[in-house]
């Protein structure tokens, strides 16, 4: 595995970073691993949601109708939080979400560098505006390639793979 690069433009050309026959520790169980960390993740999320829909469901009710104004902009804050929680995840040192994390995946662009904000915010717009569209297919695109990427990752330029801790236990097991 390759050093991840610092981000930049330059015209050389990359080769992919991860190779899934000489890394197969890399690639073990993360379609599976990746569902859970979207479950996770989609927890994280939402509760701030529900959160602020009882307040202001509380709220309309102490200023008799007037608060439940408020309703219209629940939409645009869920959306907004959910690019901001991604892309500042992903784009953290650890490349990661904090489900991600917990199933030991990280997220690198596919010639080895770490996940920037911007990525991760586009990521997870291409991810949300795919299964809308798409539903079933974004996800069944990773049953049928080496590196187990999903639609929007080929589009974002990505792969998922486990993490360094992650890599290395798997590879212990695997030379046994």
Known sequence: MS????????????????DPDTQPELFQGVLARRFMAFLLDVIIIV??????TIFIA????????????????????????AIVYTGATLGSPQSATI?????????RTWYGSPMYFLLG????????????????LILLVGLFNRRRRLLHDFLTGTVVINNTARAAELKRNRDR
Not at 47 to 52: A, G, K, S
Not at 58 to 81: E, H, N, S, Y
């Open 3 to 18: 050093d991840p690069q610092r981000i930049g433009v330059s015209g050389e050309p990359r080769p992919n970073a991860y």
């Open 99 to 107: 489900g991600m994390r917990t199933m030991g995946l990280e997220m």
């Open 58 to 81: 509380v709220f309309g009710l102490v200023t008799l109708g007037l608060g439940w104004l408020l309703f219209f902009l629940l939409t645009p804050i869920a959306v907004i939080w």
């Open 47 to 52: 509760l701030p949601i529900l959160l602020l």
């Open 121 to 136: 915010a586009v990521h997870v717009i291409f991810f949300w505006a795919l299964m809308t569209t798409l539903t079933p």
